[in-house]
């Protein structure tokens, strides 16, 4: 996963793991939800400190589901909902062992365009479609995987100069941006239900 430009404010020791790790990046992208993005994506870092190892999506596909659930349930918690979200990536592990042999990159490395990565990662236990159109604008933006038509398929996550997730954020200042676009949608989402 080379040519990375991922940089969120967290342990630079992380951010690392997250531009080498494509299964990493993807638990960082599972756990992403009702959580602040530096917390989800702290996470993979902290469960390899836990268990010792940066762990293979076999290992966690196999783990034991009670002591998966323990690891991510020991303070600090991994994640707000630690026993749901142990779950939830034992689940997209075993999807990878049993799709892609237990390689999270070939969820992207041979997708003939946009379309068909999107469906691939929408596919996944846990992704609606505007996760997996996020996912799909970080591994374009950041990580260079860009089959064609890849930001069409990413809708507005894909467009270039927007700061709408964490597929925008370089460093503090861009954090800053996406969550106030956030706040902004919530907002807006609030008052046409008002």
Not at 28 to 54: C, I, N, T, W
Not at 141 to 170: I, L, M, N, Q
Request: glycine share 8%; hydrophobic share 40%; charged share 30%.
């Amino acid at each position: 996963m080379d040519g990375m430009t991922l940089s969120l404010p967290i342990d630079p020791e992380a951010n690392r793991l997250l531009q080498r790790d494509p299964l990493a990046l993807l638990v960082g992208m599972v756990l992403d939800q009702q959580v602040p993005m530096e917390k989800a994506f702290s996470s993979p870092y902290v469960l390899a400190g836990r268990l010792g190892h940066e762990p293979d999506a076999r290992e966690l596909a196999a783990f034991d589901p009670e002591a998966l659930v323990e690891v991510f349930a020991r303070p600090p918690a991994l994640h707000r909902f630690p026993k749901a979200m142990a779950a939830r990536v034992q689940e997209v592990c075993r999807t990878l062992v049993d799709t892609y042999d237990g390689d999270p990159a070939r969820l992207w490395a041979d997708a003939a365009d946009g379309r068909e990565l999107l469906s691939r990662i929408a596919a996944l236990p846990g992704f609606g479609r505007q996760k997996a159109q996020i996912f799909l604008a970080l591994l374009g933006k950041r990580f260079g995987v860009t089959p064609d038509g890849w930001r069409e398929a990413a809708g507005g996550y894909g467009e270039e100069g927007a700061y709408r997730s964490v597929a925008d954020v370089t460093d503090r200042e861009s954090l800053g941006r996406v969550r106030e676009y956030k706040q902004r949608m919530k907002a807006e989402a609030k008052a046409a239900k008002g």
